[in-house]
C-alpha cells in the first residue's frame, strides 16, 4: 500500500489559478450582508489552503478534480428569457409548481409563485443573504459531515441565488415543487446555487430539482441544497441530473432530519461528462426513517460519482441506501457510502447496497462502501456486486424468442427498476422509464 | 489436558495477567548502538556476513526510507515513533549459529519450551502427546537471528530447504537474488522499505518441482530484549507443482513501552503450485489501560505467478497493541486462486487496521474473502480491503464477506472495502454486517447453564467458524482457547 498522505502543494492548476483570481474580482457583486461576506470569506480561504481536491484526498480517490478540471468557466451572464421558456417541462405531468434558476438566479417571471397554499413562502436566496435572514443564515453553514468539503466551500464562496423555501409546521404540500436549474448559453458557464428548504414539524413536501440547458456547452455547475426537517416531517426529494455531455455537474445534497420523521431522497445522474453527487444526511432526532436512493446511466467516457454519508446521530432510526450504475463503452462510476454509527444511536437499523452493471470491455466501476460503527446493538450490513448481465437469463430469454438487445433492454430495466420502483411520484418514475428506455434506443443504434 | 486442569489454569491466568507469554528471559544479548543510519545498515549486513549486492540492496532501501513518510492513513491512533531510538539488531549472545540443538543455550530452550514451541524432533517422533500427532518442522527467531531450525535434514531428502534467510543468503544465493524483493519490492511502503533497510532474520522456503512438502512448517518469532524492533524477513517459493503449509506464531514479553515490529512476507507460487500460509499472532497486547503492545506494522504479500497457483492466507490477530497487516493476493497467473480466512479479535485499548487485497490480473482467477472481526473492551476494529480486477482479468470472480461483532458500546468496528472493476465480464461480491450477540443465542446458553462468559466464547467460536476451519488442526485448538482469553473481562 502506498503512502496516500495529502501533502499540500504549491503548484496551482490553470483552473485553481482561475478561481482564486475570480473571487477577489466578483466578491463586491455577490449578495450579502457583512455576516455573509464574512461566511464567504472563510470557505474561499479552505479552498485557498487545500486547492482542488485530488486523487490523495481520500474522498476524492476516485474522481480527481484537479486533473479534470482543465478551466474554469466564466460565470453565466443573464438568460434570455423566451429560450427558457420554450424549454419543455423535465418532468411533464407531474404538476409540480415550477421554479426557475436561470444562469444561477431565481426568475420570477418564469416561476410560477401564484396561489401558494397558506403557511408556505418562498424566495429567493439573493435576497435572504442580503437581510441577513438568521434561519437561512443557520442553514448555511455546513454539517460536520460536509465541513471540509471543497465542493461546498466553493459554493458558499460564489453562491448568487436559490430558493428559500419554507413549509410552515403541519402544512402538507398538495403539489411538488419543482426546481428547475438551467444555463442558458451557447459558450460554456459557470453557476453557484444555493437551495434552502426549512421543512416544519409534522409538515410534507416533495421537492424535485432537475438540471439542464438549452444549448449543448461544457457548462460548470454547482448546485447545493439543504433541507432540514421537523419532528415528524415528510419530504421526498427527487434530482434529475440532465446536464450536457459535455458538462461539469456537482451537487450537494445536506440534510438534517428531526424525530419521528421520514426523508427520501433519489437522485437519477443522467447527463454531464463528469458528475458528481453528494448526499450529506443526519439523523438528529430519534425514530426517523431515510432512504437514500440514485440511478446512474454512463456511456461514452463520462464520469459520474455518488457520495453519500449517513450519520445515525439518534436511537432507533432506519435508513436504506440503494444506487445502481449501468455504465457502458469507456465510462466510470464511483459510489462511496458511509453509515456512521456513534455509541448513543443504539437501535440504529442501516442497509447499503450498491451495485454497478457492466456493459462493455472499457467500462469500470469503483465501489467504497463503508461502515464506522461505535454502537453494540444495532444492525447494519452494506453490499456491493460489480459484473455483466447474467449470461443465463439472457439466454432464457434468447431461447424464447426475444432478440439480444430486446432482452438486454428489458433486463437492464429490470435491474434498475429496484431503486426506480421505490420513487413515489408517478410522473418521475415513468419519465425516468422513458429516459432509461431512450438511452439504450440509442446505445443500441 | 483434562478439562479441569484447563479451567484451573484459565482462571488463575485471570488474577495475575491474561497474558501467559509476558515473560522475560534473562538472557546476555547483543545489541547494535541505538539508532538508525547507514553505519547501522552496514553493521546488521557485516553481522550477517553478507555478500556486496545485499549490503548495496539495503543501503538504496534506506536512502530511499529516509526520503518517505510514515503512513497515516489507517485508522490507529499512536504517539510519534522515534526510530533513532531502538536498538535495530539484537541477538543472544552464546549462539553464533550453533550446528545441533545441544549448542543451543539452554536458557534459550527453556523459553521456548515455556512457549509450548517443540524444537526438539525426538519428542515429537516419540509423539508423546498421542500417535496422531502430525510433525512440524520449526524455524525459531530469537529477536533478530534464528536460534534453530528443526527437521532439516528430513526436509534436505524431499529437496526441500528450509531455513534461515541469512544462511539461505549464504547458501542459496541465486533463489535469494532472484526472489527477494520481487513480490514486496523495497520502495513498497514505509514500513516495507524499512524492513529492507534493516531485516535481521526469518525464515526462507523453496519447494522443488513437484514436491508436496511432508510435514507443516512453522517459524517462532519471539521477541525477548527490550528497546528492539523486530524486522523479519520471509520468503517462500513453492515451484511449479508443489505445496507447503507453513504456520507462523508469535509472542513478545509484557512491557509498558511499546515496541516495533515490521515484518515483510513474501509468497511465490510458480505453475500449479499451492501455499497455504497460517498465522496466530499473539504479540503482547498492552494491558487494560493501552499501556505498551507491540506496534505490528506488516507488510505481507503473496504473488500468484503461475497458471492455476493458489495461495491461502488465514490469520488469527489476538495480540498487538496496533495491527497494521494487509496479507495480500497478486493473481498474475491465469486460473489461479487466493483465498484471505481472518479473524480479528481486540480488546481493551487495541487498535486493528487489517484486511487484504486481492489483485486479479489474469484470466479466470478467483478470490474469496472471509473476515470476521470482533470488538470487545475499549477497542477499534477495522476490516480495510482491496478488490481490484484488471482490464485483462477476463472472467474473474471475488466473493467477499466481511462480519463484525461488537461487545460493548466503548469499542468500535468499521468496514472500508475498495471495490475496483475494470473488466465486464468480472463478478464481484461484497456482503458485510455489523451486529451484536442476539439476545435470544444468550438467552439460550444462559438458560442451559452456561456462564455469560463462557457463553460469549462459545457463540464467537461460532460466529467465527468459517475461518477457524481453515486452520490447521493443532492451530485450531489454540485458537479456540486464545478467543476464550481475549473476550475474558469484556462483559459487564
Known sequence: ?445 | MPAVQETIEQVSAIDVDKYKYGFFTEIESELSPKGLNEDIVRYISAKKNEPEWLTEWRLEAFRRWQTMAEPTWARVDYPPIDFQDLHYYAAPKKTPGPKSLDEVDPELLRTYEKLGIPLREQELLAGVEGAAQPRVAVDAVFDSVSVVTTFKKELAKHGVIFCSISEAVREHPELVKKYLGSVVPTTDNYYATLNSAVFSDGSFVYIPKGVRCPMELSTYFRINEKNTGQFERTLIIADEGSYVSYLEGCTAPSRDENQLHAAVVELVALDDAEIKYSTVQNWYPGDAEGKGGIYNFVTKRGDCRGRNSKISWTQVETGSAITWKYPSCILRGDNSRGEFYSIAISNGKQQVDSGTKMIHLGKNTTSKIISKGIAAGKSDNTYRGLVQIGRKATGARNFTNCDSLLIGNKCGAHTVPYIESKNASAVVEHEATTSKISDDQMFYCLSRGLGEEEAIALIVNGFVRDVLQQLPMEFMVETQKLIGISLEGSVG
Request: charge should be negative; glycine fraction near 8%; aromatic fraction near 4%.
Open chain 1, 1 to 445: 500500500m502506498t503512502d496516500t498522505m495529502g501533502t499540500t502543494t504549491v503548484l496551482r492548476t490553470p483552473a485553481e489559478e482561475a478561481l482564486l483570481k475570480r473571487y477577489p474580482a466578483e466578491k463586491a457583486s455577490l449578495p450579502g450582508a457583512p455576516a455573509v461576506a464574512d461566511l464567504r470569506d472563510g470557505a474561499f480561504a479552505a479552498f485557498e489552503k487545500a486547492g482542488l481536491p485530488h486523487r490523495r484526498v481520500e474522498a476524492w480517490k476516485y474522481t480527481d478534480l484537479r486533473a479534470n478540471l482543465r478551466t474554469i468557466a466564466a460565470p453565466a451572464g443573464p438568460p434570455d428569457h423566451e429560450r427558457v421558456r420554450a424549454l419543455p417541462p423535465a418532468v411533464p405531468g407531474d404538476g409540480a409548481r415550477r421554479l426557475v434558476v436561470a444562469n444561477g438566479r431565481l426568475v420570477p417571471e418564469l416561476s410560477d409563485l401564484g396561489g401558494l397554499e397558506e403557511g408556505v413562502t418562498i424566495g429567493s436566496l439573493a435576497e435572504a443573504l442580503t437581510h441577513a435572514d438568521a434561519e437561512v443564515l443557520a442553514a448555511l453553514r455546513p454539517i460536520p459531515e460536509a465541513a471540509d468539503n471543497i465542493a461546498l466551500s466553493v459554493n458558499t464562496a460564489f453562491m448568487t441565488d436559490g430558493v428559500v423555501v419554507r413549509v410552515a409546521d403541519d402544512v402538507a404540500l398538495a403539489r411538488p415543487i419543482e426546481i428547475t436549474h438551467v444555463i442558458d448559453g451557447e459558450t460554456a458557464a459557470a453557476t453557484a446555487v444555493r437551495n434552502v428548504f426549512l421543512i416544519g414539524n409534522g409538515a410534507s413536501a416533495t421537492l424535485i430539482e432537475t438540471t439542464e440547458a438549452t444549448y449543448a456547452a461544457a457548462h460548470q455547475t454547482n448546485i447545493v441544497s439543504v433541507v432540514t426537517l421537523g419532528d415528524e416531517a415528510q419530504v421526498d426529494h427527487i434530482r434529475l441530473q440532465l446536464d450536457p455531455l459535455e458538462a461539469v455537474s456537482l451537487t450537494t445534497l445536506t440534510v438534517e432530519i428531526g424525530a419521528k420523521a421520514r426523508f427520501e431522497t433519489f437522485n437519477a445522474a443522467l447527463g454531464a461528462a463528469l458528475a458528481r453527487a453528494q448526499v450529506y444526511a443526519r439523523f438528529n432526532g430519534a425514530g426517523s426513517t431515510g432512504a437514500f436512493r440514485g440511478a446512474t446511466l454512463l456511456s461514452g467516457r463520462r464520469h459520474a460519482d455518488t457520495t453519500l454519508v449517513v450519520t445515525h446521530d439518534a436511537e432507533g432510526c432506519e435508513s436504506r441506501e440503494l444506487y445502481k450504475a449501468v455504465i457502458d463503452d469507456e465510462a466510470k462510476s464511483v459510489f462511496q457510502g458511509r453509515i456512521n454509527v456513534p455509541a448513543h444511536a443504539q437501535k440504529t437499523d442501516a442497509r447499503m447496497m450498491t451495485a454497478s452493471l457492466l456493459l462493455s470491455e472499457g467500462a469500470e466501476a469503483y465501489a467504497k462502501p463503508e461502515l464506522e460503527i461505535f454502537a453494540d446493538d444495532v444492525q447494519c450490513g452494506h453490499g456491493a456486486t460489480c459484473g455483466a448481465l447474467d449470461d443465463d437469463l439472457l439466454f432464457y430469454m434468447l431461447a424464447r424468442g426475444i432478440p439480444k438487445s430486446e432482452a438486454e433492454k428489458l433486463l437492464i430495466i429490470a435491474y434498475l427498476g429496484e431503486a426506480i420502483d421505490e420513487v413515489h411520484n408517478e410522473a418521475v418514475r415513468d419519465m425516468l422509464i422513458h429516459r432509461i428506455e431512450d438511452w439504450l434506443e440509442k446505445r443500441v443504434g
